[in-house]
């Protein structure tokens, strides 16, 4: 069938098949490989992107799901190359060691921000509770998303 | 290999249509967590997938003439914060709240766990403490009503014929001050499969304090959730600021050993069972005091040294 959607902000129209799972069509037909595939059961989220501003595990839902609606990866994030606050920051904290959740991680915490922007620790620690990170590096994620937070408040003065 | 149809009804009408045409090589997809997940485990292509998400009109959560109606299409992420819910089925908002992870719970439906038939189904095991029935709809546009055991065959699995789905699922509020809580375990604090669950709904003496009758509902021991009420009996009479009634605690775990005997989870299960009996009472104490997400850490998922 032929999929009309908005993958990062473009226009696309591709055609997939009606059991294809969105993470095959977003790597293999789109060359976005910024979503990976972890475990595939939706237990690790490294391949959480945004339908419509909710973070989603792109192995669980279907292509067709993303029929004219919003689609945002990791790639999305960076604007004329230039990294977002959340991706500088994760620099910034260390929160990167072998790099695999961290595309998920970045999904899931934009989600969370656009939705609660002054979240507390255990909201975070909740909002990150479905991506998995292998180096168990999960202070310094939390740190990053928690620094983002406090001077995106502060920048916008919601204090 | 055939390609997979796809149709995506946007309304009743082509919703029927839609079922008339399924085969039992043919899927429903409503949020897509558990059925994508079997397709691509298994390398299954069907005929016909009829995708849900269009529907209009099918995520509602109404409290109408001493019913609460909740439609099947209502995502756990809507569920877990639903005011409604809040009120008047704290049991299955606490359940939604403790399906799978945020991202799983954006897309899971109520119709989806209960189609799905899986012997650990968190809402499932909700809905059945509640006394909940389901409304089917069929090819021919009938719609039925059915208690919700009746949706899960007996060997496991769905009961549901090709060409059905379900619209909706809707529980008694009663006329008592009635409370209800939903407990589990899995192998971590959350975004866990539960290895075992339970729900709880008693209803109070007009003191407010006072077991009158309570139900109880136990998943993930048998081919799907079920009522043990003779267990919730043991708490009649007592009250619920006061510490659980170990009649209770020690019903829970025979139910353990006459359910899953010698199988390699019996011997966590029987003494785990005991933490979420204390946990539901917990909660059964407290509700109406604290909104769903800030019940406390459940003491069962925490090891206690076994």
Sequence with gaps: ?159 | MAQTEWLAPRDPDELVAALRRMTGASRIVAGGSDLMLGLHASGFHPDLLIDLSRLDGFAHVRHVDGRVRVGALSTCAQLQDDSVLATHGHGLAQAAARVGSAQIRNVATLGGNVANASPCADLVTALVALDASATVIDGLGRTRERPIADLFAPGGGSALPPGEAIVECSFAQGHADRRSAFAKLGVRSSVAVSRLNAALVVDLDRDGATVRSARLAVGSIASAAFRADAVAAALIGARIDAACPEGFTHGCMRLVDERIPGRPSWAYKRLAVRGLAEDLWGVIGASGTRPVGKDPAPRSNRPQGW
Excluded at chain 1, 5 to 24: F, K, M, Q, Y
Excluded at chain 1, 72 to 95: C, H, I, M, P, Y
């Design chain 1, 1 to 159: 069938m032929r999929l009309n959607a908005t993958v990062n902000g473009d226009p696309v129209s591709i055609e997939v098949a009606a059991d294809a799972r969105l993470l095959d069509v977003l790597r293999e037909t789109l060359g976005l490989h910024g979503a990976k595939e972890g475990c595939a059961a939706g237990e690790c989220g490294a391949c959480t992107v945004l339908l419509d501003g909710l973070a989603v595990n792109a192995c669980l839902v279907p292509a067709t799901r993303a029929q004219n609606r919003d689609v945002r990866t990791v790639e999305g994030l960076a604007r004329n190359g230039v990294l977002d606050a959340l991706q500088r920051q994760f620099v910034a904290s260390g929160a990167i060691q072998c790099g695999y959740c961290t595309p998920g991680m970045l999904m899931s915490a934009t989600a969370l921000l656009a939705r609660v922007p002054r979240p507390t620790r255990a909201e975070i620690a909740a909002a990150i509770a479905g991506n998995l990170c292998r180096c168990t590096g999960y202070a310094a994620i939390i740190d990053a998303i928690e620094t983002v937070a406090t001077h995106q408040s502060a920048s916008h003065g919601a204090d």
